[in-house]
């Protein structure tokens, strides 16, 4: 049986991660916004994501291999210890 208090530690670290990720967010919008990028259409697949996307008057998407953006986000968790695969 796990010990309460590394669940309750786990918890809060987990909480500040997440605070950490919201203000990430924001700035990453942020940046986007000031860079003039918008977001056109974005489709979710089983194995890709793809964006379409306007920066100015250019428009153009991109791809997104699913299993690469899950293995480099998994990756990042493990390595801030969010996980411990």
């Known amino acids: 049986m796990t ?3 590394a669940l ?3 918890l809060l670290i987990l909480e500040l991660i997440q605070a950490h ?3 990430e967010l924001a700035r990453v919008k942020a940046q986007m916004r000031a860079e003039g990028l918008h977001i ?3 489709q979710d697949g089983d194995m890709d994501i793809r964006i379409e996307f306007r920066v100015g008057d ?3 998407e991109a791809v997104f291999m ?3 953006l899950e293995a480099e986000g998994a990756n990042r968790a493990k390595r801030t210890g969010m996980i411990s695969r």
């Open 58 to 60: 250019h428009y153009d």
């Open 21 to 23: 990720i919201t203000r």
């Open 8 to 10: 309750l530690r786990q």
């Open 3 to 5: 010990r309460p208090t």
């Open 66 to 68: 699913r299993k690469m």
């Open 40 to 42: 056109v259409e974005r």
